[in-house]
């Protein structure tokens, strides 16, 4: 059983071919995730990666690892404080913040940091179900 306060980590990063299969996938062909001379010209000055390919990081970890499998994914609110490139390496960090063990229902923090600056670059939470773990 998974305890309040528990911390899981996973680092983590994007190449340029995952940004083009995940705007294949969700439909979001902005220049500013595809096209280096379009970003050249943003306060970006290169491409970022999609927020929303950001948070699938949340998904897959919650899904497989942590809490793993069997978890059903309630919700997720996330705020993107910094751009996000590829072949950066990044650190997700999930803490359990409250346990309604009644409903088998725990909230998570979830965050990324840059690795290399230390900064965080998504703040968040989910809610998570999850019968053999909570």
């Keep these: 059983m998974i305890q309040l306060g528990t911390v899981y980590r996973h680092k983590f990063s994007f190449t340029q071919e995952d940004v083009i299969l995940f705007s294949k996938v969700s439909g979001d062909s902005n220049p500013l995730h595809?096209?280096?001379?379009?970003?050249?010209?943003t306060a970006f000055k290169r491409p970022i990666?999609?927020?929303a390919l950001a948070s699938s990081v949340f998904s897959k970890i919650m899904g497989t690892e942590f809490p793993g499998f069997g978890s059903v994914y309630l919700k997720q609110?996330?705020?993107y404080k910094r751009p996000m490139f590829v072949n950066n390496e990044y650190e997700a960090v999930f803490t359990v913040t409250s346990i309604n063990a009644?409903?088998?229902?725990?909230e998570i923090s979830t965050e990324i940091f840059d690795v290399?600056?230390?900064?965080?670059?998504?703040?968040?939470s989910a809610l998570i179900m999850n019968k053999e773990e909570f």
């Design 34 to 41: 595809l096209d280096a001379e379009f970003a050249a010209t």
């Design 49 to 51: 990666i999609h927020g």
């Design 77 to 79: 609110v996330s705020d």
């Design 102 to 106: 009644d409903k088998h229902v725990a």
């Design 116 to 124: 290399q600056t230390g900064k965080k670059t998504t703040d968040g």
